[in-house]
């Protein structure tokens, strides 16, 4: 046994789950949380009138009840809820600010509800509508609609997902994180406004940076054998900004633990690395814990210290991560396979 | 975009308050099932449709109640399209299933005809066919089963031998199961209790008691005349007082089917009940007028309008025995199975209905109600439901349904019975503007005020 490598045994027995949870991680998309949420009624409301208003807000509300149907897989009463409020839509004229801040809500919907149906390329072409749609109505003020724009990226990079185009829909990851850390602008679409992205408050741009961040790191944990591409693909040399919320140092360490596992160079300082960051930081990152995991396993079996025992306490550890089952069973899937290798 | 006032609102009359100035009313969006206690002036704004005297936070509430629609809607439309998107979305596959056409009792308004026969081999084995069949035309998550009578729990050999083989299925079927139970309660008895709710995934029983044992006798005696309320209470208390019962996790209601000749016994009924302490025993009392088996029972029943003012007493007399029901009905997208397109009731013959009162009733013999029988192969079953066609009907303007406010919180009643010609309407029809008054009463002064009214 090589003593450098006793710290590890050390910091494995001293592993301990960390179930702190900050909750600052918006459940579902951020676009339906509250700080996007009260801003953008706050600019409406500066905007339109009182009853304009009454009518926009009823019909957001209709929409939004049709996306919560369609995510309940109830896609009949999402259609028939797409119905009626398609009706009310059609009788405003369609070259108004008005009709297009129904858009807002409308588009994003109607391509959840084709997507649900399977028909992606269709939900798509909606998603770069709605993309488009947002671009007349930064330009009159409502700036914070620049999320909604990078969420429809995100919709798109979902899309990519659900069909298997991974790479494909890394990119897509790659360019809205890009352009949220760095302002570099994406290549799809056009129109996109720095000066808008940066008029929103630091905890949007964290939330948003978290949302388009950890939704891929749980669908990579199954396609863990392409992880080192997929993982380039999305998040390659996303670790030069500067964090502005301790959620966001949290993901530039995280970044920065995974491109040391995939330099290979250094295996022992990886381990220490992601040790400690698995016992030090909150539950509501685990699913973050849960990916380095599948790497430790892996690094773990490189050193002069691998007992099964030690393996199986990485195993127990994993065991009280909160995160979805079915990403828990697939990565604990591969550390078995690593350990009986 | 422009606003009205939906037509789907009923509204109670002026109700006082001593606590503030303003006279009150109760507002019941049947839409949504949701209901507002609106001020007089309020009331007034919206009868006019002032919408822009109306403070946004009313406006929103009615808004999101569905109490105030967009002007261009024809409301019925929807509720009637919502109420079949609803049927579409069902990912509960629900069958009835009759395994005897025998029944020990003999109740004088009963239309079914008894016989020794029960539900064999063969036919069991083309019933679970025809149940496997529907998995091909759609996803499920759950199958649920009811065992209907005559009387079930006569055929209780058929229920084990076809549980495990719905429950097979359902797992198969990455469903959930579970099943429940009509019963006469005469051989409910707590083995066998507890034998359906561990073994055969019974989790609700339904038990009839048409008043306390002198009515009930009269009525719902043995075939040879003898009494059986003693005997089916006795069953019922051995259950409610398991010290587990709670946990079992089946619950059991009481139904309590009155015409003029017993509805003075209600009241005495939950009164015993009360004092046995089942309050908090018995899932929900309830009252049901008797109603036609395609025979002349349902004249004897009581004018609906006076079983509606009695069913506000019988309400009030279960708060003031410790009951606690809920009156306000909610909203009823699907009005019953014979408006879905899978449902479907087996009798012991082999026979096929899409209605669970057509069953062993000679005047629904070689009707189309009579899809067909298992044993005449699967593929002779007929596709024509005539009852399936009700909610168009209803969006076309055939019955009163169709114009009634109710409509989203009944459904339409009964499809068949508006096909006899039989009105259909519930007594929340006739007596909602009462319940509203009741649910203030209770709203305002808690559960004491309701059990005061009754005194
Ligand atoms: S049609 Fe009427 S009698 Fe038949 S199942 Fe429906 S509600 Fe019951
Ligand atoms: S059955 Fe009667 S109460 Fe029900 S909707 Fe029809 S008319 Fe109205």
Known sequence: MQSNDLFILEAIDNLQYNQQN??????????????????????????????????????????????????????EQSQQLLSEVEAIQAEYDPNTPLYALINVAALPMKAYLLYRNSAFKEAESLLF??????IALIKDGF?????????????????HFKQGKLLEGASVIHQALRYILYEHLPAMSSDWSIKSLQQAPDSLRSAMFLQLSLEPIG???????????????????????????????????????????????????????????????????????????????DALKKTSVYTIEYHQKIVAFSSQLKVPDRHKQVCLTYVSRVLES | MKFKLSHYNIVTDSLSDEQSESTKRVLFATRTAKSMVITNRLYDKLQREAWDELAPNDFDKLLAIEAIVPQSEVEVKTIIERNQAKIKDDKSLYQVIQPTAMCQLGCGYCGQKHSKNQIGEIASERILERVESKFAFKEYNHLSIAWFGSEPLVGLAQIRDLTPKFKEMAQRHNCTYDSKVVTNGLSLKEHIFVEL??????????????????????????KAGLSTFNLIFKNLLDIFNRPDFKTLGCTISIRCNVDERNSMSVVPLIE?????????????????????????????????????????????AQYQNGFRPGFLPGIKPVVCLSVTPDSEVFDAFGNVFDCTETPYVDVYANTEYVLGNVHNGLSTISKHRPLLSFNDEV???????????????????????????????????????????LFYALKKKGVEALAQVYE
């Open chain 2, 395 to 437: 969006a076309n303007n055939e019955y009163p349904c169709s114009t009634c406010k109710m409509l989203p919180v009944c459904g339409g009643g009964c499809p068949k019975s508006w096909r006899e010609g039989i009105v259909a309407c519930p007594s929340n029809k006739f007596n909602i503007k009462e319940k509203l008054m």
């Open chain 1, 219 to 297: 669908v990579f944990l199954h396609h863990i054998l392409q992880e080192k591409e997929l993982f380039n693909a999305a998040f390659a040399n996303l670790t030069f900004f500067e964090p502005r919320t301790s959620d966001e140092a949290v993901m530039l360490q995280w970044f920065e633990i995974k491109e040391l596992f995939f330099k290979a160079e250094d295996n022992n300082q990886f381990l220490k690395e992601a040790i400690e960051f698995i016992s030090k930081t909150g539950s509501e990152f685990d699913i973050l814990k849960l990916s380095l995991i599948a790497n430790i396993s």
């Open chain 2, 272 to 316: 015993f009940l009360a004092a046995h302490n089942l309050q908090d025993k018995i899932e929900y009392f309830y009252v049901a007028p008797i109603h036609s088996w395609g025979n002349e029972a349902h004249l004897l029943s009581h004018e609906k309008e006076e079983f509606a003012k009695n069913e506000i007493d019988w309400i009030l």
């Open chain 1, 143 to 159: 700036y914070i609609l620049e999320y909604h724009r990078i969420q429809q990226l995100h919709n798109i990079n979902r899309l």
């Open chain 2, 197 to 222: 709710v561990k073994k055969h995934g019974v989790t609700k029983i339904e038990v009839t008691l048409d008043g306390t044992a002198e009515y009930h006798d009269a009525r719902r005696h043995t």
């Open chain 1, 22 to 75: 900050n909750g600052n991680i918006a459940r579902g998309d951020l676009i339906h949380g509250n700080v996007y949420g009260e801003i953008l009624d706050g600019l409406v409301k500066d905007y339109v009138s009182n009853m304009e208003l009454r009518g926009l807000n009823y019909i957001w509300g209709k929409y939004d009840k049709a996306l919560t149907e369609a995510r309940r897989n109830n896609l």
């Open chain 1, 129 to 134: 509508q709605a993309i488009e749609n947002d």
